[in-house]
């Protein structure tokens, strides 16, 4: 499986330019982060901390904002990672950068990068903005029965979002995303979610004002 997917993953070469000076405060890059069995490795995903003010308690992958003085997107993703999970960039073989994508009604931007660790990982959570640490196998991605669908109460008329459920944490939104992106495109899951459009969201958030 993971030979596989670093096949296909070629398709999305390195290229990790750095942004312009004026949006640092706008772009972001985070680690998807494989290591562990060949017929089924494992992805590195953490909760953030509680008490952060976005994104409280909701799954991610490692990483962070862009800073001016990084030399590009790649050395954000690394440098982020070693600083929330303890993992030295000279661990991580990166292999390829994915589509910029954002998280819904953000004007965030953040290009994700594929990496491979070898052998048993120490990993520490920076607990300021870190509540755990957990591995997710790719097989639990690739079957489609395992997907549910959750009704968010804050959001306007009670939208369902598609999640996944796994040891207590729920996988969902822009993290869910990248994910199943990627291994539709590199092991043909053909796994097929239902999100609500932004056109829908609009309407109903003025439906509610």
């Known amino acids: 499986m993971l030979e596989t997917i670093k096949k296909r993953l070629k398709k999305f070469p390195l290229?990790?330019?750095?942004?312009?000076?004026?949006?640092?405060g706008s772009i972001a890059a985070?680690?998807?982060?494989?290591?562990?069995?060949?017929?089924?490795?494992?992805?590195?995903?953490?909760?953030?901390?509680?008490?952060?003010?976005?994104?409280?308690?909701?799954?991610a992958f490692p990483g962070g904002m862009w800073d001016r003085t990084d030399?590009?997107?790649l050395y954000t993703a690394l440098r982020e990672t070693e600083e929330e999970i303890g993992l030295?960039?000279?661990?991580?073989?990166?292999?390829?950068?994915?589509?910029?994508?954002?998280?819904?009604?953000?004007?965030?931007h953040v290009t994700p990068f594929v990496?491979?660790?070898?052998?048993?990982?120490?990993?520490?959570?920076?607990?300021?903005?870190?509540?755990?640490?957990?591995?997710?196998?790719?097989?639990?991605?690739?079957?489609?029965?395992?997907?549910?669908?959750?009704?968010?109460k804050n959001e306007p008329g009670g939208l369902s979002f598609p999640c996944l459920p796994y040891n207590?944490?729920?996988?969902?939104?822009?993290t869910l995303k990248v994910l199943v992106d990627m291994f539709n495109s590199t092991l043909g899951?053909?796994?097929?979610?239902e999100y609500p459009s932004d056109q829908l969201i609009e309407e109903l958030r003025k439906r509610g004002q």
């Open 88 to 108: 030295h960039p000279s661990l991580i073989e990166p292999i390829a950068m994915l589509p910029v994508a954002s998280p819904k009604r953000r004007s965030l």
């Open 115 to 152: 990496g491979l660790a070898q052998g048993p990982l120490n990993l520490r959570s920076e607990p300021s903005e870190i509540a755990a640490i957990f591995n997710a196998p790719v097989s639990l991605f690739t079957d489609i029965n395992n997907y549910q669908y959750f009704e968010m």
């Open 15 to 24: 290229n990790p330019a750095q942004p312009d000076q004026q949006d640092s």
């Open 30 to 59: 985070v680690m998807v982060l494989l290591h562990g069995a060949r017929d089924n490795p494992q992805i590195v995903l953490t909760q953030r901390a509680m008490h952060l003010n976005s994104h409280a308690g909701e799954v």
């Open 189 to 193: 899951v053909g796994i097929d979610l």
């Open 168 to 174: 207590g944490y729920n996988i969902w939104g822009f």
């Open 71 to 73: 030399d590009n997107l």
